[in-house]
């Protein structure tokens, strides 16, 4: 055969760790254990935004996203989007679709549950489905998820959600004490 014949290489273009795809598989199959650790971690988050505020949230950055990247990319396989759905995704992480698929699989998933890109890998979605019914919560899958807002990537979800949280709760009691005002 000639020198610039094409061959294909028989290797994913996105290189994967088995270690971290195995420990992804035990994450979605544990979806309801780490949806409780999730929740909890969320409302501690929330309970100290009075000290992220005071240290101030860009001061905070990157000593949490140190940690965040670390946690979430060994249990998850993260990549660090800045816009977390795993609460919502059975706990797959839908940035590890070779797609970048944020609302459910493509047309091409295989039939035994394996993706069209990556023929060794199970879908995201599959698996995404299957964590999901394990949580309490796991009707959140079928919420439409916004698109990637690609100037969030490397940033951490954790303070980004606190800050709307807090600032979603802030307003939420201004709400009500104006309400109680006007009675």
Known sequence: M???AY???HTS???RS???FTIRLWSVRHSRGLE???KLLAKIFLKLHPFWSWVGYKRAEKPVVF???AVKGLLFDCRM???CALSDTGMSCPMNCPKSLRNGPCGGVRANGNCEVEPDMPCVWVEAWKGSRNMKEGDQILKVQEPVN???RGTSSWLRVTAEDAARLKKEKETLTAARNTQ
């Open 2 to 4: 000639p020198k610039t």
């Open 7 to 9: 061959q294909p290489s």
């Open 13 to 15: 273009p996105v290189v």
């Open 18 to 20: 088995r270690a971290l």
């Open 36 to 38: 409780r650790i999730y």
């Open 67 to 69: 940690v965040e990247k």
């Open 81 to 83: 989007c800045g816009q």
């Open 150 to 152: 690609h100037s969030y």
